[in-house]
């Protein structure tokens, strides 16, 4: 909720004739949330039917839109971006990312410790949330990681990942040229303001 201000102009020898003068409102922001979950794995021709979201203004229900599309037959990642609109024009928005994953890929468990090989040569923890999808609390390989550096992306076909813009505590991370040698190491470019955009090596320990 945020509180605004409008302020008569002031001109010298005038008086104040503007009835919005020192006239404070309040606005609420709009809530979005997911239906459903907000990261979703299909195996290649599954269908897909997107749950949705509900947007609220106070308790209020208002309506949203919708961007992304999702293709189930097309290997990739997705993202769906859901939208609101309040009265006074202010936005709110939350994302649902869906990762049409091959059979192949699947059925490889990216799991383990990886180290990268150049910098601060800081350890990658790669954990397998469910098959083709997998967390990182080090996308960027530096010394000391944590909940500021964790990230999820998918194994969407062998030897292909894809890491989707996601807010990490308030930071958006994304990741591009994304590709792993499963059992050996992986690689991406980090997206993110406090990351240079070279190649980052990461290597099994």
Known sequence: MVILSASALLLSGCEKDDETANVSFITTYPVVSLVGEQWEVLQVGEAFTDPGAEAFEGETAIEYTTSGTVDPNVPGVYVLTYTAVNQDGFSGSIRRYVGVVTPEAAAIDLSGQYKRNAGAL????????????????????????????????????????????????????????????????????????????????????
């Open 122 to 205: 800081g350890v990658s923890t790669v954990t397998q949330i469910e098959p083709g999808l997998f967390e990182t609390d080090n996308i960027g390989g530096v010394a000391a990681p944590g909940p500021s550096t964790t990230v999820r992306f998918f194994h969407y076909d062998v030897g292909q990942l894809g890491v989707p813009p996601q807010d990490v505590q308030g930071s958006e991370f994304a990741a591009v040229d994304a590709t792993v040698i499963p059992g050996v190491s992986y690689t991406w470019s980090v997206i993110n303001s406090g990351y240079g955009a070279a190649p980052r090596t990461f290597v099994k320990l």
